[in-house]
C-alpha cells in the first residue's frame, strides 16, 4: 500500500512540475502574440499548492538528500511566486525550482522502485 501511495505522490509531483515547467516557459511567448492573453499568477499559484501537498506527503518517508532537494526547490517556487503575485516581480527561481522539483521526484519514484521489487 505505501508503494502505491508513494508511487503517487511522486506521479503527482512530477505532472505538476512539468506542466508548471513548460507553462513558464512558453507562456511568455504566448502573451507577445496579439491573442489577448495576460499573466495570472493565480495558476502558478495552484500549481505551487498541488506540488506543496506533494512535498509533504513524500518527505516524511525520503531520504534526507531527496528531502533536501524538494524543500529547497519548493522554497524557490515559493519565492518566485509570492514575490509575483504581491509585488508583480517576475524571478526567474521558479525555473530552477521546477526542475528541482522534477529531480527530486524521479529520484525518489526510482528509489522507492528498486526498493519495492
Known amino acids: 500500500m505505501k508503494k502505491?501511495?508513494?508511487s503517487f505522490y511522486?506521479?503527482?509531483g512530477v505532472s505538476s512540475a512539468t506542466i508548471c515547467l513548460v507553462h513558464c516557459l512558453i507562456f511568455p511567448l504566448l502573451t507577445i502574440l496579439p491573442l489577448g492573453i495576460s499573466h495570472n499568477p493565480v495558476i502558478d499559484l495552484l500549481f505551487a499548492l498541488i506540488g506543496l501537498f506533494a512535498v509533504i506527503k513524500i518527505i516524511k518517508k525520503?531520504?534526507?538528500?531527496?528531502?533536501s532537494i524538494l524543500i529547497v526547490s519548493m522554497s524557490l517556487i515559493w519565492i518566485s511566486v509570492l514575490s509575483d503575485l504581491f509585488f508583480e516581480i517576475h524571478l526567474d527561481l521558479i525555473y530552477f525550482g521546477g526542475t528541482g522539483m522534477i529531480i527530486g521526484?524521479?529520484?525518489?519514484y526510482k528509489i522507492h522502485k528498486k526498493q519495492h521489487h
Open 4 to 6: 502505491t501511495t508513494t
Open 10 to 12: 511522486d506521479i503527482l
Open 62 to 67: 525520503s531520504s534526507l538528500l531527496i528531502s
Open 105 to 108: 521526484h524521479l529520484m525518489n
